[in-house]
C-alpha cells in the first residue's frame, strides 16, 4: 500500500523557516518523480518543488525559487522541504505528491501525480 506522511508544517512568523518532511512507504522512491504542492483555499492546487527520478533534476516554481529547497534521500525513501524566508503568501496546506515517471511527463502540473499525503498546514504570520 503506498503512502505519504508529511510533518513539520505550522506557525511561523514572516522571515522565519520551516523544514517540512515527507515518509514514503509502499513503493521504490527512486522510480518516482516526487515534489511538494499547496492548496491555498480559494485557489487551484499549484505546483511548489519537485525533484525528477533518481534525483537528476530538481524544478521550483518562480514564486519560491532562491527561497526552497527540496532533497530526497532514495535510500530512506524520504522527502524534504526547507523553506526559507517564509512570506504570508506562503500560508497553504502542503502536499508531498509522487508519481512513477515517464518521459515527457509534466512536472508542474498536480494532475500527473498519482500518490498523494494528508497534506500538513503551513500558517505564515505576525
Known amino acids: 500500500q503506498v503512502q505519504l506522511v508529511e510533518s513539520g508544517g505550522g506557525l511561523v512568523q514572516p522571515g522565519g523557516s520551516l523544514r517540512l518532511s515527507c515518509a514514503a512507504s509502499?513503493?521504490?522512491?527512486?522510480?518516482?518523480?516526487i515534489g511538494w504542492l499547496r492548496h491555498i483555499p480559494g485557489k487551484e492546487r499549484e505546483f511548489v518543488a519537485a525533484?525528477?527520478?533518481?534525483?537528476?533534476?530538481?524544478y521550483y516554481a518562480d514564486t519560491v525559487k532562491g527561497r526552497f529547497t527540496i532533497s530526497r534521500d532514495d535510500a530512506k525513501n524520504t522527502l524534504s522541504l526547507q523553506m526559507n524566508s517564509l512570506k504570508t503568501e506562503d500560508t497553504a496546506v502542503y502536499y508531498c505528491?509522487?508519481?512513477?515517471?515517464?518521459?515527457?511527463?509534466?512536472?508542474?502540473?498536480?494532475?500527473?501525480?498519482?500518490?498523494w499525503g494528508q497534506g500538513t498546514q503551513v500558517t505564515v504570520s505576525s
Open positions: 505528491a509522487a508519481y512513477e515517471h515517464y518521459p515527457g511527463s509534466a512536472v508542474i502540473d498536480p494532475n500527473e501525480y498519482q500518490y
Open positions: 525533484t525528477s527520478w533518481r534525483g537528476s533534476s530538481t
Open positions: 509502499g513503493f521504490t522512491l527512486q522510480y518516482y518523480t
